[in-house]
């Protein structure tokens, strides 16, 4: 109850320092000595005849206007030589330039007047919507009773944001280094289908798909139209059309499936194709085909599941017990990527910073220990190497990478990647 004392008091505080020469202001011009309030009772006559004054000067200029023509004339009749109709035009034409600025001046101070009578009461209106819109928003997101967070108290958290920006734009600048060679190492050597494919991957990661359109459309011919290719292109255009599935892609994607290329991409994205075009059906039968026949520690099968529930729950198509996920799918497929949830950030918070760093180290060496289980997983040893170079613990850095070349010799994306950023944060890459 005492801070909405407080707040009320500083309210009218805030208010009173704002309006207070406002209203004295109108006050002061109200008050008048005795032979204004005299001037004041008279002021209806006064009116009449400051409008009478007026129509005056308007018929001054009607006579001036008149005699400039009877000049005119005399001198045609021969009454006034040329020189005296000259001195009588000067003299005629300087009253209707002086009687033309009285007019203005009077009409510039009754249009002042005239405003001066609104100003005040629109500053008064405007202060008063301010403060009580102010006092609505806060009652409506404001949380007096919420504790105070010193700057001490959040170093960890600022600490980490700025970790996450700086690894950020280390994998950034890693990848336009990675995509600086791979150009210069094709044009060397335009054949190479590896470099072409590395290129595309990179682009599509720097979020730049229409230049790994080019890449990827490269790889498809040099690899006879695989189908793992067109659904890269295809993504790429997808990517580029803001998430629409037009009809190249589709086109591509279609070539692909008919090849027989079990690529994830193709019947995601030919699912997409068909929600896009109004049947969720035929998407969720895609859908779910691929997420019950995928491997338990695929990466992208958590993304797929997600897509079925809410597009089920926006079609209300009842999906129930179709979707049959593959043994140990529930466990670290699943939730792995799913990150810490609102219940972790809260104990987070309370935590100290030394039981924070414990939670940390917790949750490093789950993704260490997922790892082991699924070794086939880029992105997550991407995470691991950063994190123990975050935590100042090179050494396991360089042991994670170490690992993650033998786990993924194969996938050289994957490799140029993962090298890219070893270089970046200081990691032994031979």
């Known amino acids: 109850m005492t801070v909405w004392i407080v707040f009320a008091l500083v309210t009218l505080v805030v208010a009173g ?31 009449l005849a400051a409008l009478a004054d007026q129509d005056e000067l308007q018929r001054d200029l009607t006579v001036y206007r008149d005699q400039l023509a009877e000049i005119n004339r005399d001198i045609e009749r021969g009454v006034l030589s040329a020189e005296q109709a000259d001195a009588a035009r000067i003299e005629v034409q300087r009253r209707i330039l002086a009687t033309d600025q009285r007019i203005q001046a009077r009409a510039a101070k009754r249009a002042g007047k005239t405003t001066g009578a609104f100003v005040r009461p629109v500053a008064v209106c405007l202060t008063l919507i301010g403060i009580i819109g102010g006092i609505g928003l806060y009652l409506d997101l404001g949380n007096p009773s919420l504790p105070d967070r010193p700057i001490a108290q959040r170093a960890d958290e600022i600490m980490a944001a700025r970790n996450a920006q ?8 890693a990848l336009r280094k990675a995509v600086a060679d791979l150009s210069n190492k094709l044009i060397q050597n335009p054949n190479d289908l590896g470099n072409w494919e590395m290129l595309g991957n990179s682009l599509m990661a720097l979020n730049r798909p229409k230049e790994a359109q080019t890449a990827f459309l490269e790889a498809v011919k040099l690899s006879n139209r695989d189908g793992a290719f067109l659904a890269m292109y295809a993504e790429s255009i997808i990517r580029a059309s803001d998430g629409q599935v037009t009809a190249p892609a589709r086109g591509a994607l279609e070539e692909a499936a008919k090849s027989g290329n079990d690529n994830p991409r193709i019947a995601f994205y030919l699912g997409l194709a068909d929600l896009q075009q109004g049947q969720a059906n035929a998407a969720l039968e895609r859908w779910i085909a691929l997420a019950n026949s995928a491997p338990a520690d695929a990466s992208w099968l958590p993304m797929v599941v997600r897509q079925i529930q809410q597009t ?38 309370d935590l100290t910073p030394e039981e924070r760093r414990q939670m940390i180290e917790g949750m490093v060496g789950r993704l260490a220990a997922r790892l082991e289980e699924n070794p086939q997983d880029p992105d997550g040893w991407a995470r691991l190497m950063r994190a123990y170079v975050v935590m100042g613990m090179k050494d396991k850095a360089q042991e994670s990478y170490q690992q993650a070349q033998t786990a993924l010799k194969d996938d050289k994306p994957a490799l140029a990647q993962l090298a890219a950023l070893a270089d970046q944060v200081g990691l032994a890459t031979n």
């Open 17 to 47: 320092y704002v309006l207070w020469p406002v209203i004295t202001g109108a006050l002061g011009r109200k008050k008048t000595t005795p032979d204004e309030s005299d001037k004041a009772g008279a002021s209806a006559p006064s009116t």
């Open 166 to 173: 700086h690894q950020n734009s280390e994998r950034e600048q």
């Open 312 to 349: 089920a729950q926006a079609s209300g198509i009842d999906i129930e017990g179709r979707l049959k996920l593959p043994s140990g799918a529930t466990g670290p497929a699943i939730a792995g990527n799913a990150g810490p949830s609102q219940e972790d950030m809260k104990a987070a918070a």
